[in-house]
Each structure stands twice: as structure tokens, then as C-alpha cells.
T-cell receptor, first 114, second 109 residues
């Protein structure tokens, strides 16, 4: 158990819909990262937040947005869903202990868009 | 961004065999991690190894930062070692991890 939690584990929805994925980082970690894993693109970085502020952006679509709340949990919002958005979405966190750069991953949310 | 190449892409091992997985980076990294993705999709941290050698049970890893590569050794493989192994690097001035495409390992009894 990495200490990072994600809900829900599975999500099935239809094209055009909007969903919210939730992540709670390890206790004390200030950084939260979102990654997408798809068959064709592999594991790709989407976005990072540090203590409530956006810190870095990757190949995140404009239809996707994220935020980190004062209690440090984060949400990834995916809207106008398309079939190609079906993927495994991971949240990771880092920030405490000696290896403060080491990222620990949650179990992921498997999104299926029908 | 940095390119991460992993080899071999696929590997079939007899239980008890040893193997070496390799990861090459196109640029210098200051953070390198190895992960195991199990059949349920979970990414398990194996090593945080920007440089040097570490061992954890039957697994060990070596990173030669100056030559931009890392190796993961699996000894006396077991069926539970099956899955996909990913290496990921973070280059200077950037916090994101860039992942390779993975090494698909199947250990047969």
C-alpha cells in the first residue's frame, strides 16, 4: 500500500459526459501528480499541483482540468468525454522523507467511455 | 522531453531463471525510479535510484547516471514476478516522470 488513495476504482460512462476522479496523497505530501495510461500512448504526465498551486502541465487536454484543495486532496475533471479518453488514470504524490522526489502511485481509476 | 527506451520489450522466463532489464535515457536525469505493474494494474515502487546500486531481496538495480542508463536484475524469478516493469526518469528542472514503454515479463512454472 503506497498510502495514496484514489476513488472510484472503476468508472463507466458515455461519450459527452463529465466525470471527476479523486485522489488523496500520502500524509504530509504536498505534491500531487496526475498521469494517464492508455494502450497507444503509454504512461503520460498530465499535471502537477504543489500545495494548492499548479506547478507543471503536460499533455493535458483542454477538456481536462484539475485542482488541489486546502486539505491537499486533488480532483481531476474530465469533460465532453470521448472514446479515446478510456484509460487508467493514476495519481501520485511526493514530498516527505529523505527521498522527497520519489513519487508514489495510487491504485488508479479505470475509466471506460462507451 | 527526455526519451526513455526499455529493452527487451518482452521476456519469457522459466521459473528460477535470472534476467536483466535495461533502461536508456536521452538526457541526464536526477531522479530514476523502477516500478512493477501487476496484473491488476497497480504500480508498485521497486527502487528510487538516481545513481549507484541497491538491492531488495531478489531484485537489485544499478544506475550509471554519467552514461544515462539503469539496469534492473531479477534473480531466481518466480511467477509472481510476472507483469510489466517500468523505468521512469525526471530530468533537471522538471518534476514530471517520463516513462518508458515497459518490459513485459512472463515467468512460467
Amino acid at each position: 500500500d503506497s498510502g495514496v488513495t484514489q476513488t472510484p476504482k472503476h468508472l463507466i460512462t458515455a461519450t459527452g459526459q463529465r466525470v471527476t476522479l479523486r485522489c488523496s496523497p500520502r500524509s504530509g505530501d504536498l505534491s500531487v501528480y496526475w498521469y494517464q495510461q492508455s494502450l497507444d500512448q503509454g504512461l503520460q504526465f498530465l499535471i502537477q499541483y504543489y500545495n494548492g498551486e499548479e506547478r507543471a502541465k503536460g499533455n493535458i487536454l483542454e477538456r481536462f482540468s484539475a485542482q488541489q484543495f486546502p486539505d491537499l486532496h486533488s480532483e481531476l475533471n474530465l469533460s465532453s468525454l470521448e472514446l479515446g479518453d478510456s484509460a487508467l488514470y493514476f495519481c501520485a504524490s511526493s514530498g516527505i522523507g529523505g527521498n522527497y522526489n520519489e513519487q508514489f502511485f495510487g491504485p488508479g481509476t479505470r475509466l471506460t467511455v462507451l | 522531453g527526455i526519451q526513455v527506451e526499455q529493452s527487451p520489450p518482452d521476456l519469457i522466463l522459466q521459473e528460477g531463471a535470472n534476467s536483466t532489464l535495461r533502461c536508456n535515457f536521452s538526457d541526464s536525469v536526477n531522479n530514476l525510479q523502477w516500478f512493477h505493474q501487476n496484473p491488476w494494474g497497480q504500480l508498485i515502487n521497486l527502487f528510487y535510484i538516481p545513481s549507484g546500486t541497491k538491492q531488495n531481496g531478489r531484485l537489485s538495480a544499478t544506475t550509471v547516471a554519467t552514461e544515462r542508463y539503469s539496469l534492473l536484475y531479477i534473480s531466481s524469478s518466480q511467477t509472481t514476478d510476472s507483469g510489466v516493469y517500468f523505468c521512469a526518469g525526471r530530468y533537471y528542472g522538471n518534476n514530471r516522470l517520463a516513462f518508458g514503454k515497459g518490459n513485459q515479463v512472463v515467468v512460467i512454472p
